[in-house]
């Protein structure tokens, strides 16, 4: 059975850093585009970014750009979220999901880590 499984949330400071994690078994990793999520309380779920099966091709929304980077260790079945520079609005409970091509569906979900940003 195919399992994405989060880790790394926390409580931090606005300014600060945190590095969730989400490990996969029971599939083929390496065959997967990787893609994370986020849900804060009263909101709908809000599409974060992703990153392609090698890790050369990542996109992110214009809310986390250029303080969220992308990255995975095929070799581990990890696929990592490094987040900078947090501000209260990135509280949120974090989602990997993973799917087998750029126009499908996501295939599978982790049951999400939460992230809470003080100010």
């Known amino acids: 059975q195919v399992q994405l499984v989060e880790s790394g949330g926390g409580l931090v400071q606005a300014g600060g850093s945190l590095r969730l994690s989400c490990a996969a078994s029971?599939?083929?990793?390496?065959?997967?585009?990787m893609g994370w999520f986020r849900q804060a309380p009263g909101k709908e779920r809000e599409f974060v970014g992703r990153?392609?099966?090698?890790?050369?091709?990542?996109y992110y929304a214009d809310s986390v750009k250029g303080r969220f980077t992308f990255s995975r260790d095929n070799a581990k079945n990890t696929v990592y979220l490094q987040m900078n520079r947090l501000k209260p609005e990135d509280t949120a409970v974090y989602y990997c999901?993973?799917?087998?091509?750029?126009?499908?569906?996501?295939?599978?979900w982790g049951q999400g880590t939460q992230v809470t940003v003080s100010s």
């Open positions: 999901a993973a799917k087998t091509s750029v126009v499908g569906t996501w295939d599978y």
């Open positions: 029971e599939l083929t990793f390496s065959s997967y585009i």
């Open positions: 990153i392609t099966w090698s890790g050369v091709n990542t």
